[in-house]
């Protein structure tokens, strides 16, 4: 049902139109029909049944148990089929009737998106050469849904072939021209009303100024104020002197404070001997 979801645009609750035979097995395999089809169609359904199916129940009230089902087919909703008994004294069989209600103009096509439950064979195989038409019936005590038919999944698999080759045709590029053709176009139109308005270029927005986390922070200068201060304090120090090894001009500076080294002990006594020697010498 996904698959005739995608390709014909059946959605729930699915309308199943069913017929007096199935009815009629579904009571004889004491199978509950509602609850079969949504277990087979795997979601809510909406049963249906047309006038002639309805006929062909009342003709069978005599048989056992037929009245129960005349009651409970009276709670599906019913589908018109336009064969009234003024114009048709018999009720029409199961695949005329059921094949008027869905391809009603003989265009093999399923415009409604019925589904179809029915025991007549011949009615399934008239249903099998209109495209878009599930199939169920009772085999057994068993519902089965049938595989999807030739034409349909012919028809399936032309179609997706067609939207994979326009997803190729969109994915090249050519709608992508063709809206910037007529953007072009438009902008053109629009260009030729107001011909005196200026037309404004399109520039790119790029950055202004470097990236402020790249660049290296500025020193600040020093103010006129702290200049003058620094001044002063330098001058209540007072001059740095020549052999300190500081420069003056330098504000802030302490002076180094310089070791002075005795001398050898071998001068001093040479110094001291040379009177000693002239004082010998005069006697």
Known sequence: MEQYGMSFGFREPYQVLVD????????????????????????QVKPMITQCSMRHLYAAASEPGVSYLIDKAKTYERRRCDHRPEDFPEPL????????VVDPKGNKTNKHCYVIASQDL????????VMGVPLVYINRSVMIMEPMASATAQN???????????????????????RDDEEGEKDGEEA?????????KWKAKGPKQP???????AKKKPEDGTSAAAAGKESKKGPATEGSGLDASEPGTKRKRR??????VGETESVAAVPVAVAVDDE
């Open 192 to 200: 030729g009303d107001d011909d005196a308005a200026p037309k404004k």
């Open 211 to 217: 990236n402020p986390l790249a660049v290296k922070k």
């Open 93 to 100: 069989s199961n695949k005329e009737c059921l094949a008027s």
């Open 259 to 264: 070791r002075k080294h005795s001398k050898p």
């Open 156 to 178: 399936r698999a032309r179609e997706e072939r067609g939207k994979f080759r326009a997803g190729l045709k969109r994915g090249s590029g050519s709608l992508k021209r063709k």
């Open 20 to 43: 007096s035979e199935i009815i009629k097995d579904a009571d004889k395999f004491k199978m509950d029909l509602v609850g079969g089809l949504e277990r087979t169609l795997h979601g």
């Open 122 to 129: 011949e009615l399934r195989k008239h249903m099998r050469g």
